[in-house]
């Protein structure tokens, strides 16, 4: 027991490696926000006036709602007026055509985080659509993308170039109003990414979006839209990492997935936002609203998260199963250490018939910190057949965490299978025995057994990500064991 | 705060109650009513927008215009012996529309060191020694419902086993119904006090004469000293118009043991709440449930089994069968208190679908603040086992009497682990005759 208490002291105390501040030129707009501040971000960006008037319309409704408080989080309330709701870097004006036309600095940024974008594009064949705090700053591979007819553009681009495709599907499955935050999103959101795999189209290679928070006190509401056409297949990853700040970050994202008949989206996440010092001060408010619809005979839509950061993330990737036979997949394995809260969970909402759907959920509580799975499985009445198998499993690092499971199951048809498991458990000493029996080290001996806890999970994610997600794990439970 | 002020019919009683409690009731108990009174009043009745009533809507109840009943409703002993359990030598008590009725109880000869008496009996003769007991397990902030049970109190069961008492026979309290209009409400409060070392069961039995469709609102505060050893048997097997909200406390001190065993096969629309605190160590509870719905009963059962203490074990099981267009509510929450290391809860909660038209929803939750702890949670919903189902076709036995099989079965798992024969076999039958395939099912005691 002692060298676990000593293991978590440890862990608790283990330094957020990303924290460092990027000094260039910023357009920020003065906090507050208002219609003005809405017409401001919408002019700022050129947009048509479809896209204004949603904006207004979203955050009229938003004036009406509520801040949320059924999730098991704590925090001082949010003065919204004190947030300012645009920034971006000002070499926008002239934005660069080229990575070598990238201001050096934020190149180095990069690299600090491990996103090194020339080796990583090259090497790994990944396109990258770097976000620097709102503005998409460069993207790669767009001309290889672009042969095989696939849209990869930030979200502003998208407005400009195919605005018909925006206005089909913009909050088609996250309406403007769905709730407080994506309200908010709705009204403000600054940019994003948007991509379009057309009819019968494999996409030739990995997307990735790596977001980043860099100037002090804005929020970063970013809308990312994916639509696969009829038998389209993509693979989505997004990175997310933040510099240290002492004041709390709001983070209100918005994803919407879109999957017509026999396509495919896998949607992977790794979150390492700011977690906040070991007291709680500081920190991501990551409260994002990702929903996924297939609406597609046979298609599918499968997300995979590591959540290792954020001061307090609010979370709930969702899948809508409209299509007969389509399948929704949730893969997540949320980390929380210091006073970290999570509340995190999904939805499988199977409406169409021989809908299937998987919830594997990893919660790792350390520290001080409580971790809640929250999911809901729904099958509705003419949902015929269809299949739910959720595990929730919860590892105790600690004496002064939590471990939660709320799963809400609700079944309208008597041919629904749904299951639901869950475990809450701690590294067991003779665990720990048998492996420093043989020689291997506590730290190890824990990383491997962490490791083994998450493998269901990990071998979700593409290959770069999960080496990536190991590490992760890995650094966070560094000198978990002495 | 009141959005859901109370219809001017309730308000009135309330109202009424405020004016001034009936007789000369000691101060103690004057406060906690006109408490609760207040409560109910300020609260109203729960709505779905509130997180503990999502699967709930008790509209039904606050719109209807439910009256305590003012008289003694005429019973015959043949209708109350129709619900008995044949073969059960138990002392009993019987309750008609929330009142003693002494004429129809049977106390027998109880072992020194126990007492059983009505409860407003005991209020009238010595009061002082509830002071501890009534309603301090049960706070008007749980629910309106437990607030208007303390605010309308009339009667009930007290329950003292001494120190070291064994209760050999079983205590079966017949709650019933009448036959009142306009409808009855009543606020029956059960009080269980087992002293150390102490053993006993309590049947609490909740049924209706013909024609009823009142209002049972229901409270239980049961108190298992160190050691003392509990059964308690909440059987609810009302008229299908008839309505049930009852909310049990249970408080355990070091090594006792409690069994809950709780049946539902009646009523329209019944919400149960079962709170149980392990406090001390060694404290163990078994939860046994199972919820049969049909036709358009609404039946909710909510669970929280709070470890306080360390080295206190759980064990859960409820099942559940939707059928017609009957909607069955299962929420169980298991809290393991910061500290309470060595905790044991194991929580299952498994459901059959088997109408279109009925839904089940589940909540199995955890909470758990403690490393050390083994726990466990999982909830089915599904049907009938495809492979079962031919075993039995492949033996010549029809698809209907197969099905009525196994969906008895499903249910007898729960039941069988009742410690009682005879309960056990007239749950068993009246099972057998809701289920309208099982009707070729020949139970046998």
Known sequence: MSTHSQDVEQLVKREYKYGFSTDIDQEILPPGLNEDVIRAISAKKHEPEFMLNWRLEAYRHWLTMKEPSWAHVHYPKIDYQAVSYYAAPKSDDDAPKSLDEVDPKLLETYEKLGIPLHERARLAGVAVDAVFDSVSVTTTFKEKLGEAGVIFCSFSEAVHNHPELVQKYLGTVVPSGDNYFAALNAAVFSDGSFVYIPKGVRCPMELSTYFRINAMDTGQFERTLIIAEEGSHVSYLEGCTAPQRDRNQLHAAVVELIALDDAEIKYSTVQNWYPGDEEGKGGIYNFVTKRGECRGRNSKISWTQVEAGSAITWKYPSCVLLGDNSVGEFYSVAVGNNMQQIDSGTKMIHVGKNTRSTIISKGISAGRANNAYRGLVKILGGAEGARNYTQCDSLLLGDRCGAHTYPYIEVKNPSAQVEHEATTSKIGDDQIFYLKQRGISEEDAVNMIVNGFCKEVFGELPMEFAVEAQALLAVSLEGAVG | ?445
């Open chain 2, 1 to 445: 705060m009141s959005t859901n002020a109370l219809s001017q019919h309730y308000a009135e009683q309330v109202q009424r109650l405020q004016d001034g409690l009936p007789g000369a009731i000691p101060e103690w108990l004057a406060g906690r009513r006109h408490g609760a009174a207040a409560r109910f009043s300020e609260a109203g009745f729960p709505d779905p927008r509130q997180e503990e009533w999502k699967y709930t809507n008790v509209r039904p109840i606050a719109t209807k215009p439910f009256m305590a009943a003012v008289s003694d409703a005429p019973v015959s002993e043949e209708a109350l012996r129709a619900m008995g359990f044949e073969g059960l030598d138990a002392y009993r008590m019987v309750f008609v529309d929330g009142r003693l009725r002494t004429e129809f109880s049977d106390l027998g000869e109880l072992p020194a060191g126990v007492t059983v008496q009505g409860l407003a009996e005991a209020l009238a003769s010595d009061p002082d020694p509830l002071e501890p007991l009534l309603g301090t397990l049960a706070h008007d902030r749980f629910s309106s419902f437990a607030a208007a049970n303390m605010a309308f109190l009339t009667d009930g069961a007290v329950i003292r086993l001494g120190k070291g008492v064994r209760l050999e026979r079983p205590l079966h309290l017949l709650i019933v119904g009448s036959a009142g209009s306009p409808a009855t409400w009543s606020h029956p409060r059960v009080l269980i006090q087992a002293g150390e070392g102490s053993e006993a069961t309590v049947i609490e039995h909740y049924a209706d004469l013909e024609g009823a469709s009142g209002f049972t609102n229901t409270v239980t505060e049961l108190r298992a000293e160190a050691g003392a050893q509990l059964r308690h048997y909440l059987l609810q097997d009302h008229a299908d118009s008839a309505y049930h909200v009852g909310s049990v406390f249970i408080q355990q001190r070091r090594d006792s043991r409690v069994t809950s065993h709780n049946v539902n096969l009646g009523g329209r629309l019944v919400r149960h709440d079962l709170n149980v605190d392990l406090t001390e160590p060694g404290a163990e509870i078994e939860l046994n449930g199972l919820f049969l719905v049909g036709g358009r009963q609404h039946v909710d059962t909510h669970t929280r089994v709070h470890h306080s203490s360390p080295h206190t074990t759980s064990r859960e099981q409820y099942r559940g069968i939707g059928q017609g267009h009957g909607r069955g509510v299962f929420k169980g929450r298991v809290l393991v208190e910061r500290g309470a290391q060595k905790t044991d809860a194991q929580q299952h909660s498994a459901n059959l679908l088997l109408s279109p038209n009925a839904e089940i929803d589940t909540k199995p939750e955890l909470e758990i603040y403690a490393d050390d702890v083994k726990c466990a949670h999982g909830a089915t919903v599904g049907q009938l086992d495809e492979t079962s189902m031919y075993y039995l076709r492949s033996r010549g036995i029809d698809a209907e009497a197969a099905r009525g099989m196994l969906v008895f079965a499903f249910a007898d798992e729960v039941l069988e682990r009742m410690e009682l024969a005879p309960v056990r076999t007239s749950i068993e039958r009246r099972l057998a005759a809701r289920l309208p395939e099982a009707g070729a099912i020949d139970v046998i005691g």
